[in-house]
T-cell receptor, first 109, second 112 residues
Framework: RKEVEQDPGPFNVPEGATVAFNCTYS??????FFWYRQDCRKEPKLLMS???SGNEDGRFTAQLNRASQYISLLIRDSKLSDSATYLC??????????FGTGTRLLVSP | DTEVTQTPKHLVMGMTNKKSLKCEQH?????MYWYKQKAKKPPELMFV???????INESVPSRFSPECPNSSLLNLHLHALQPEDSALYLC???????????FGPGTRLTVL
């Protein structure tokens, strides 16, 4: 079983749609959780950290369920510029960031 | 400012060449990282430096040799690489070992 699992997609949505990504992780000792965004042939960029209480940044909402070892990202009112690969990332107890394979999002006009 | 810089942007080298990748950050971060990313795959951790000391080596072949000359700089020395080593090499830094990591733009390496 992979340490971090994501649906690779692609998710094809129209502008203005709401889309949700899910991720599961296997190491219950994992300490911190993140969503990164990666555009084609670019570096990963931090989108947001994820907390058990849930956190929101504009159109983006992230949620962590430690009991189920499940992380989610909700994007509301999708924009063309949201098209990218979204990486679910977990910091293990060994200073290591473990990346999911990424979920590809394509937003169309 | 969360900028990590990497040079060169692109590098083409033969299997007998010796080259170095460079990474720099001026955010006062105490942990620095090298990752390798193949096309359509997530980044894979290679090395972690914490307070200028190597703390993690993910069983990387010895043809890759990291060096941390000071708290702002991280190098990756390359020697006798194979074509399968062609990839995007990403550097990252974080305030501490458990902090959020910020990535540089990467060096796209092609080994002929």
């Amino acid at each position: 079983r992979k340490e971090v699992e994501q649906d690779p997609g692609p998710f094809n949505v129209p502008e203005g749609a709401t889309v949700a990504f899910n991720c599961t992780y296997s190491n219950s000792a994992s300490q911190s959780f993140f969503w990164y965004r990666q555009d084609c042939r670019k570096e990963p960029k931090l989108l947001m950290s994820v907390y058990s209480s849930g956190n929101e940044d504009g159109r983006f909402t992230a949620q962590l369920n430690r009991a189920s070892q499940y992380i989610s990202l909700l994007i509301r009112d999708s924009k063309l510029s949201d098209s990218a690969t979204y990486l679910c990332v977990v910091l293990t107890g060994f200073q290591k960031l473990v990346f999911g394979t990424g979920t590809r999002l394509l937003v169309s006009p | 400012d969360t900028e990590v810089t990497q040079t060169p942007k692109h590098l083409v080298m033969g299997m007998t060449n010796k080259k170095s990748l460079k990474c720099e950050q001026h955010m006062g971060h105490r942990a620095m990282y090298w990752y390798k990313q193949k096309a359509k795959k997530p980044p894979e951790l290679m090395f972690v430096y914490s307070y200028e000391k190597l703390s993690i080596n993910e069983s990387v072949p010895s043809r890759f040799s990291p060096e941390c000359p000071n708290s702002s700089l991280l190098n990756l020395h390359l020697h006798a690489l194979q074509p399968e080593d062609s990839a995007l090499y990403l550097c990252a830094s974080s305030p501490e070992e458990t902090g959020t990591q910020y990535f540089g733009p990467g060096t796209r390496l092609t080994v002929l």
